[in-house]
């Protein structure tokens, strides 16, 4: 196991019992993996430490249903490691004594433990990697920060791959993975002749196709002992409790997944891109949490994903899709958030300035396909991709909305959202507010794109056919005028220049309509209108 870093002492250690070589082994919320590196070589003496702090549960108001996760998550862990014979130093939110953040309770357990050292795995966001290069100076004690081998390419590789290049672009990097950790490939070869089968993925649901319900899991004793000291410490918080049932355990979380290998794989190929109304989880694999805190592991899921192919059970463009999203889009996301942090935390390369309206936090919206998204997301704290990005990060986009508040809405409301994912997917994918390291355009989209993809629209307030009178989709005027408002910067992107060539030929009253239009509907945001 590499140690990326070792922090060494910068002033005298604690005092400590001569003949301690304890380790003290910090495992934090997102590091619930069996083989995590900061386990690696426990000892008898060695002392985990596993704490569940106020300030990890309020840097945004997470979702009721995510804190309950982790913390149920967490505690199953801990359970199971105690039940290997392993000693956890596990302190609970309510517990009297609880300092209430993970660099004080570091310091806590170095005082009463006594370790000869402290051993942790890199942090999945930069905010706690500050936290963790203060333990050194902070204890006196040499700190060893293990790299995360759950991730498939390492920092190294990444910044490897990235080197010299212009332009870092996920489909070379995809290739490069696919390469390098042999998944679906026929020697040198990919599997089937193409790299990528993206084109034969954006199929629209045919009317009378149900998606399969997933399997869920009903909380347990823990998860309920959970939920209710959450319901009663986070009160305020977005969001509904009653319906968690999400894998806590590594075991369910591989059941989910056999779920999905069973009855949605096969489709999720055609349907990745389509959305329905009232159909939460359509034929996605529902992964992403468990698979963030650790419970699943990645690799495995790309071969058992491979070996379904293999035997004739799924097709290829399902199983590539389904791979790239891991291997690809996963890995990239992550190695582009710690190539470019902290800097890419400020990024407005569009110069939006609009406050997040409140009806991303109440679904109070007449806008039907926004009110599916946010009213599931409250639900569930779950939506998948398209909604993501093409309806709620669409809008965000098109309207001008603040990187930070839509940043700090996306890490609040979903159970999956850690920064070093979130954020690269908020701020570079759907605002591109990195001015395009994620993505080479933006991804805004018209009404007609939601339409083609759903069926949202036939019963909602608006016409998706209309796009400057009373009632037009207020997508179609705002596509416009984000088009126009950016139409210097566009021009010279050769995958923008037809819409913003589109709008120029249209007539001057057109153009002036849509943009009248498009000025009422930010007008109305602004004055906190529901839409
Ligand atoms: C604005 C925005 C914010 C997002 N925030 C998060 C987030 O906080 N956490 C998160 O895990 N994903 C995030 N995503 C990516 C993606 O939407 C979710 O991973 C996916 O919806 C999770 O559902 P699933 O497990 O059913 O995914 P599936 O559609 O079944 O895909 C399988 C897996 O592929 C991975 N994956 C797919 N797309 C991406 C991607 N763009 N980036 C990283 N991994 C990907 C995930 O691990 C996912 O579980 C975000 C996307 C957007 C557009
Ligand atoms: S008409 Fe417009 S607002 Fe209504 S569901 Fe369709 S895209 Fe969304």
Redesign the pocket.
């Known amino acids: 196991m590499a140690a990326t870093a070792a922090i060494h002492p910068m002033r005298a250690p604690v005092p400590l019992s001569p003949m301690s070589q304890a380790i003290l082994r910090v495992i934090l919320g997102d590091q619930l993996s069996r083989d995590i590196a900061a386990l690696s070589g426990h000892a008898p003496d060695d002392v985990v430490l596993m704490a569940e702090v106020m300030g990890e549960c309020t840097y945004v108001p997470h979702h009721p249903q995510k804190i309950t996760l982790v913390l149920s998550a967490m505690r199953h862990f801990a359970a199971a490691l105690t039940a290997r014979g392993v000693t956890v130093r596990y302190i609970r939110l309510d517990d009297p004594a609880n300092t209430q953040s993970l660099t004080a309770e570091v310091l806590r357990a170095a005082d009463e433990v006594k370790p000869a050292r402290i051993a942790v795995t890199e942090p999945g966001e930069y905010r706690v990697l500050q936290d963790i290069k203060t333990w050194n100076s902070e204890t006196g004690l040499p700190v060893d920060m293990l790299e995360d081998d759950r991730f498939l390419a390492s920092r190294r590789f990444f910044e490897t791959w990235a080197r010299g290049k212009t332009q870092l672009r996920m489909e070379f990097f995809y290739r490069e993975m696919r390469r390098a950790h042999a998944i679906l490939m026929e020697g040198d070869d990919p599997e089937g002749g193409k790299w990528n089968y993206d084109s034969e993925n954006r199929k629209r649901l045919p009317a009378g196709v149900t998606p399969p319900q997933p399997k869920r899991f009903p909380p347990d004793a823990v998860t309920r002992e959970v939920m209710a000291l959450v319901a009663k410490t986070f009160p305020d918080h977005y969001g509904s409790l009653d319906n968690f049932d999400y894998p806590v355990t590594a075991r369910d979380a591989q059941a989910g997944f056999a779920d999905f290998l069973a009855h949605r794989l096969r489709d ?1 190929g055609d349907w ?1 891109d389509a959305m329905a109304a009232d159909q939460s ?1 359509m034929f ?6 468990p ?2 805190l650790g419970l699943l592991d990645a690799k495995k899921l790309c071969q058992a994903a491979e070996a379904a192919y293999r035997a004739g059970k799924a097709p290829l463009n399902a199983v590539e899709g ?1 791979i790239r ?2 291997l690809g ?2 890995e990239f ?1 992550r190695g582009i958030y710690w190539h470019h942090m902290p800097d890419y935390a400020t990024r407005n390369a569009l110069g939006a300035t609009r406050a997040l309206p409140e009806f991303y936090w109440t679904a109070e919206t007449h806008m039907r396909c926004m009110a599916q998204a946010i009213g599931q997301t409250m639900t569930h704290a ?4 398209i909604q ?2 093409m309806i ?2 669409n809008f965000a986009l098109l309207a001008g909305l603040h990187p930070d508040g839509v940043d700090e809405w ?2 609040a409301v ?1 159970a ?3 920064e070093w ?2 954020m690269p ?2 701020r570079g ?2 605002l591109h507010a990195d001015g395009g390291i994620v993505g080479s355009k933006p991804y805004a989209a018209s009404g007609a794109y939601i339409n083609r993809m759903s069926d949202y629209c036939g019963k909602c307030h608006y016409d998706v056919t209309d796009a400057a009178g009373d009632r037009a989709c207020p997508f179609n005027a705002l596509y416009w005028d984000f088009i126009a408002r950016h139409a210097e910067r566009f021009a010279a992107n050769p995958r923008m220049a037809m819409p913003v060539r589109s709008f120029q030929k249209m007539s001057a009253e057109r153009r002036s309509a849509l943009r009248a239009r498009a000025a009422w509907l930010l007008q109305q945001i602004d004055q906190g209108a529901k839409l």
């Not at 996605?284 to 949490?289: G, Y």
């Open positions: 999720f990745q989880w996605h694999a529902l992964v992403s949490a698979l963030n389904f999203q891991i889009w996963r996301i779950y939506a998948h991709h993501r990005l709620t990060g996306y890490l979903y999956d959202a850690y994912v979130e997917n908020t994918m759907a």
